[in-house]
């Protein structure tokens, strides 16, 4: 086989299908977030990043930088090893108790990164427990659903937080049968949340673990940053929270939180945890300083939260149209991929703006998307700049208006 004709022939698909992906080179520079320094061919310039998941700009805190910077003087670079060989640090042993108490659980367990959080403990239960049927959101994020793949167990597929379908399911399962539901509370390209008291009520109706992704809601929801589970009084009712460090926490990792056996077994079982080598020690000093200013602050989340209304009435007034949803993420929609890669393009090169189009896969084709996400740093001027662009972009495309 001619490999490299293959190799190129596959990307050429993806380039008539308008789904190549082009990645900004961008380098973000501290106390200037959301600005950040674009490299081209042509030099650098300034942009202002409106498509990051550093939600609350943690990433950039100073707390969180001096904690990672002290670990680095006292640590050195890396964790030396696996979390069995010599690689459990103790900033890993204090991040699991912090995350355990975030979640209200009694233990927790770190990985390298949310995907692998997801993939390791979904792939290790369904291995490991025998006869097991996960039930598993159709929307849940690729991370589970490879995860459950891995698994190897009996998967059913409900439709995304549609209760009723979810319930004729599980009553059509072997009544047996060990039972799982998997699903996430804030989803990310609709930005719309699971009835997470609903699921566990019929969790508890068919004797089934829950297991929530909360990847875009911790840090965010709820008065410590405990998530929405925490936002509804829910914690308690859930097996399993999974979440991330690289996300509102602005570090890296992810993580899961429950019982004392089942983190144990997890740690015992999971190739995903055991054959990898641990985060380095700094970056499990930010994420604690990270959480910890989470739990004890509520000014980002309340000013993350004015931005995105004030973002959305601001979208409202010039007729932009956009999902409406229950969180942080506002989806601006466009429906059409070409036009829709043409105005992220338009938008970086002749704005400054940096937003990256969502296409066919990560959403359905007519659904293209610009995935909006506000933060507390973006100021007034920012959303007028923003929005002022795509109000004259959107009269260039032709595109309908939203009625206000
Ligand atoms: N779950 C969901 C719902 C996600 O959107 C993502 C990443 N975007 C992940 C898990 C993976 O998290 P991480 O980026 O920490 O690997």
């Known amino acids: 086989m001619d490999f490299e004709a293959f190799f190129k022939s596959e990307l050429g698909g993806l380039h008539e299908e308008g789904r190549y992906r082009v990645f900004a080179d961008l380098e973000r520079q501290q106390g200037q977030f959301p600005r950040a320094t674009r490299y081209t061919e042509a030099g650098s310039h300034d942009v202002t990043v409106w498509c990051s998941n550093d939600y609350l700009g943690m990433g950039q805190n100073p707390s969180v930088i001096a904690a990672m910077k002290e670990a680095i003087d006292h640590c050195g670079a890396g964790a030396g090893g696996t979390r069995n060989i010599s690689g459990t640090n103790h900033y890993h042993v204090l991040l699991e108790q912090e995350l355990a108490d975030l979640h209200g659980k009694e ?23 025998p006869g097991l049927i996960i039930f598993s959101d ?10 459950i793949r891995y698994g190897r167990c009996e998967k059913v597929i409900w439709k995304h937080n549609d209760l009723k379908d979810l319930e004729a399911k599980l009553a059509a399962a072997d009544p047996k049968a060990p039972k799982l ?41 709820g008065p ?21 460090l690289g996300k509102a926490f602005g570090v890296m990792g992810g993580y899961i939180a429950a019982s004392n056996a089942l983190c144990d077994f997890i740690r015992s079982f999971a190739s995903g945890f055991i054959f990898t080598t641990a985060l380095p020690p700094s970056l499990a000093a930010g994420a604690i300083a990270s959480i910890r200013h989470l739990k004890s602050s509520q000014l980002e989340r309340f000013a993350h ?19 409406p949803n229950p969180s942080h993420i506002v989806p601006v929609m466009v429906g059409d ?5 043409w105005i ?27 995935r909006i996400t ?17 109000h004259q972009l959107w009269s260039r495309c032709a595109l309908a208006r939203a009625v206000a």
Request: aromatic share 6%; net charge negative; hydrophobic share 40%.
């Open 181 to 221: 539901i998997a699903f996430e509370s804030v989803y990310s390209m609709d930005g719309d949340i699971a009835p997470i008291k609903e699921i566990c009520d019929l969790a508890d109706r068919f004797g089934a673990m829950t297991y929530l992704d909360e990847v875009h809601a911790v840090g965010m929801y």
């Open 107 to 129: 233990s927790a367990l770190i990985f390298t990164s949310g995907y692998i959080s997801n993939w390791a403990t979904l792939g290790t239960l369904g291995q490991k427990i």
């Open 224 to 244: 410590r940053g405990g998530g929405v589970a925490e936002r509804e009084g829910l914690m308690d009712r859930l097996t399993i929270i999974e979440g991330t």
């Open 374 to 390: 506000p933060t507390p740093l973006h100021s007034d001027a920012d959303l007028e700049h923003l929005v002022g662009a795509l």
């Open 344 to 370: 992220s393009d338009i938008l970086l090169d002749n704005f400054n703006i940096y937003v990256q189009p969502i296409n066919y896969p990560t959403v359905p084709k007519k659904t293209e998307r610009l």
């Open 305 to 323: 939260q004015e931005r995105v209304r004030r973002l959305r009435s601001m979208l409202d007034a010039s007729g932009i149209p956009h999902m």
């Open 337 to 341: 991929a070409a036009k829709c890669k």
């Open 138 to 147: 159709a929307l849940n994020h690729a991370s589970m659903i490879e995860g």
